[in-house]
């Protein structure tokens, strides 16, 4: 088989592009008086609008082209089945399974599990070793066992009843373990040990401090503050937690929300909220079942198009919600860590660009930060507006929230359309400025526009909502990296790094500088002298 960029699809989007390459997202609206209506499309609870992104429907149909040259629909099939998608690492990746109504009996049991110890802890019947009841838990992990709870349980706060207070410790940084032993009384927390393969230095690392603070505090009794989350109980068993949620090897870390790493999400809202969240990631699971072109499949072709085409390496993440405020974290490992890869999966060198940085922060916010990049900085850097309509927080004698949505559209606007430096003139004239400061100023106020972007429109920011969202972008991930035929579902780049630290620390411990890289030796010889 030839490679990407010699195949037909490649080389026609090559050309399609470089023929459109001169019509501005202004002049596409101009063309096409309906296209607002026409690029959008509903995936479950959300609106995916790309009507500002810079392509047509030939675009759109060149790209379904090369995803089928690509074979992106039976890929996700497969990945959908539970066949064994992660190559390098002898696994499935089918965390579709975990979020069904109608699912495996182990995972049930696993869902089972959860519901008891939620049960529990709700009901007082599992008591501290003080015999208090929890009214704090601390989730201990980093990564996937830590991004997606966290973001649930921040972006539901206030708007549910919570049971109970939850916290995370996920730096090995001891300022971080110090924010929870200062702050939260050991007799009354209960900590969640969560980590896939149980062998993470961090959450081992603050495990262990945790188990000695609390045994300090309460006496012998004190594994029963401890419960951990793993596919590798005995490794959690071999450092005293007995107490465990097992859930399958095959739950990649940045799809594990759908586990019982989401445990601390049930314990916060209880297991209903939970399970709303897992209807919501199914209902984009049926989507792609049963639609010929489903709207995350879209959105991750288009990605493709900004990459490869365009020649855009990032993308901004702005939710106009405070809600979604630790989405773009969130984003960023599920995207950098799956597409951050330069090899196919065969083990081929590519010959074309894979991922890009993934950065971004709530709206308003990052308006008075980088968006003047975006505006007007020297890369083109595509973006995704998320805006819920309905605002839980609204008062009914405030207009934050028509502010907000302004905001957003106004941004959006501006970002697509820009203004000339014609029209800045005539709108500094009419404003009454003297002619000379507009001649100084009129091209640096310009607004070059034609910055492609999507809008993603939602109610609000439910479980449900978050559930699908989260599952949309899972999707379009996996098309985008199907395309480009990367294995989404390993990791390798990060195994050097823990390997290089583990040998640093050796010698920081030993207090050996010899063994040191010598830039690593100048550094602390340096800071022991200050
Ligand atoms: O180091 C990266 C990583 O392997 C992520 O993929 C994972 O989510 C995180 O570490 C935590 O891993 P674990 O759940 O095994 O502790």
Redesign the pocket.
């Known amino acids: 088989m030839k490679a990407l960029p010699d195949s037909t699809a490649w080389k026609k989007l090559a050309e399609h592009c470089h023929a459109h390459a001169s019509v501005s997202i202004r002049q596409r609206f101009d063309q096409q008086t309906n296209r607002a209506v026409e690029l959008s499309t509903q995936a479950g609870p959300l609106r995916f609008h790309y009507s500002r992104q810079r392509l047509d429907a030939q675009t759109v149909d060149l790209l379904y082209t090369l995803a089928d040259r690509c074979r992106v629909s039976e890929k996700v099939a497969a990945v959908m089945r539970g066949d064994e998608v992660n190559r390098s690492e002898h696994r499935s990746a089918c965390h579709n399974q975990l979020r069904a109504t109608h699912t495996t009996t182990a995972i049930e049991s696993m869902r089972q599990q959860m519901r008891q110890l939620v049960d529990a802890v709700h009901s007082g019947a599992l008591k501290s070793a003080t015999g208090q009841r929890f009214s704090h838990i601390v989730n201990i992990?980093?990564?996937?066992?830590?991004?997606g709870p966290r973001l649930v349980i921040d972006a539901l706060a206030n708007q549910l009843p919570q049971k109970l207070a939850c916290h995370f410790l996920a730096n090995i940084d001891p300022t971080a373990l110090s924010r929870i032993t200062n702050r939260y009384p050991a007799g009354e927390t209960l900590f969640l040990v969560?980590?896939?393969?149980?062998?993470?230095e961090?959450?081992l690392a603050n495990a262990k401090a945790a188990m000695a603070w609390v045994r300090d505090a309460v006496g012998s009794h004190f594994a029963r503050h401890f419960i951990a989350i793993?596919?590798?109980p005995d490794k959690a068993a071999a450092i005293g937690i007995t107490r465990s949620i097992p859930f399958p090897d095959w739950v990649?870390?940045?799809f594990?929300l759908w586990s019982a790493?989401g445990l601390p999400i049930a314990l916060t809202y209880g297991m209903d909220t939970y399970e709303k969240l897992l209807h919501g990631g199914e209902s984009i699971d049926k989507l792609l079942a049963s639609e010929a072109r489903p709207a995350p499949i879209l959105a991750g072709l288009i990605d493709v198009w900004n990459r490869n085409f365009l020649q855009c390496g990032a993308l901004a993440i702005l939710p106009y919600t405070e809600r979604l405020r630790l989405l773009p974290d969130y984003l960023q490992?599920l995207f950098m860590?799956s597409q951050g890869k330069h090899l196919t999966e065969a083990g081929e060198a590519l010959a074309y660009k894979t991922g890009v940085v993934l950065f971004g922060s709530q709206g308003t916010n990052g308006q008075h930060s980088f968006h003047q990049l975006l505006h007007q900085g020297s890369d083109i850097i595509p973006c995704d507006f998320l805006l819920p309509l309905h605002n839980a927080d609204a008062t009914a004698d405030s207009d934050h929230h028509h502010r907000l949505i302004a905001n957003c559209l106004g941004q959006s606007l501006t970002l697509a359309h820009g203004e000339s430096t014609t029209e800045i003139a005539a709108r500094l004239r009419a404003e009454g400025h003297p002619e000379d400061e507009i001649a100084a100023l009129a091209a640096h106020k310009t607004m070059p526009g034609n910055r492609p972007h999507s809008l993603i429109t939602f109610e609000k920011v439910d479980a449900y909502t978050l559930g699908a969202l989260i599952a949309f972008y899972e999707y379009r991930m996996m098309a985008a990296s199907f395309v480009w035929g990367i294995n989404p579902f390993d990791?390798w780049g990060?195994?050097l790094?823990?390997l290089s630290s583990r040998s640093i620390l050796q010698s920081l411990r030993a207090n050996s500088a010899n063994a040191l890289d010598p830039v690593a030796a100048e550094l602390l010889k340096r800071n022991t002298k200050d």
């Open positions: 992990g980093i990564g996937g066992s830590d991004l969560s980590s896939k393969s149980f062998g993470t961090e959450t793993t596919a590798q990649g870390g940045r594990s790493i490992q860590e990791q990060v195994e790094g823990k």
